[in-house]
């Protein structure tokens, strides 16, 4: 089982605001990251650290965290973002991994 | 631009090693950064593996540990996995990725293509 937790699936309308969130105790210490996988392709980074977008990613796409939760802000929602997200952060350890178990977005 | 590339058998028989190299390109893996392996069952979520620090260190999942081997040959600027005695459950999708893993801070990027291994005899 997952440290971190991921709602199994969201839906937006589209150009509308949603939010998708990750939740575990590391996340009180450790920034998440987070990351868009579309079918048959590899996983992409849109947001890591504090709330950071590597070169690329619009801006429509933010993070932000409160205590033992982060979260994945899309404003505008577009027919492209329809894809799974997975947050990534430490474990309760620190020393190792995890990913969320992913919340498929679909976009109406 | 790095890019990284996966590389190894698409098949391996229940109770062997698999073995698979990620290739880097655009940048000297000497240089610094981690370096790690994730893998995805069909249909299923993403499962970290573990990473290599440019010197050598290197973390492992602890459900993973006791079959995993993680390597670098900067000489090759590649890093490798070698898993043992897997089985059906270890099909999946491996990823290579740059890893940045310091402070407060941990993510993946960029992410090779990914390479799928079938473990079945």
């Known amino acids: 089982s997952s440290e971190l937790t991921q709602d199994p699936a969201v839906s937006v309308a589209l150009g509308q605001t949603v939010r998708i969130t990750c939740q575990g105790d590391s996340l009180r210490s450790y920034y998440a990251s987070w990351y868009q996988q579309k079918p048959g392709q590899a996983p992409v980074l849109v947001i890591y650290g504090k709330n950071n977008r590597p070169s690329g990613i619009p801006d429509r796409f933010s993070g932000s965290s409160s205590g033992n939760t982060a979260s994945l802000t899309i404003t505008g929602a577009q027919a492209e973002d329809e894809a799974d997200y997975y947050c990534?952060?430490?474990?309760?350890?620190?020393?190792?991994?995890?990913f969320g178990g992913g919340t498929k977005l679909t976009v109406l | 631009q790095v890019q990284l590339q996966e590389s190894g058998p698409g098949l391996v028989k229940p109770s062997e090693t698999l073995s698979l190299t990620c290739a880097v390109s655009g940048y000297s893996i000497s240089s610094g950064y981690y370096w790690g392996w994730i893998r995805q069952p069909p249909g299923k979520g993403l499962e970290w593996i573990g990473s290599i620090y440019h010197s050598g260190s290197t973390y492992y999942n602890p459900s993973l540990k006791s079959r995993v081997t993680i390597s670098v040959d900067t000489s090759k600027n590649q890093f490798s996995l070698k898993l043992s005695s897997v089985t059906a459950a270890d099909t999946a999708v491996y990823y290579c990725?740059?890893?940045?893993?310091?402070?407060?801070?941990?993510?993946?990027?960029?992410w090779g293509q990914g390479t799928l291994v079938t473990v079945s005899s």
């Open positions: 990725a740059r890893h940045t893993w310091d402070g407060y801070n941990n993510w993946f990027d960029p």
């Open positions: 990534n952060s430490r474990d309760s350890s620190g020393n190792h991994m995890v």
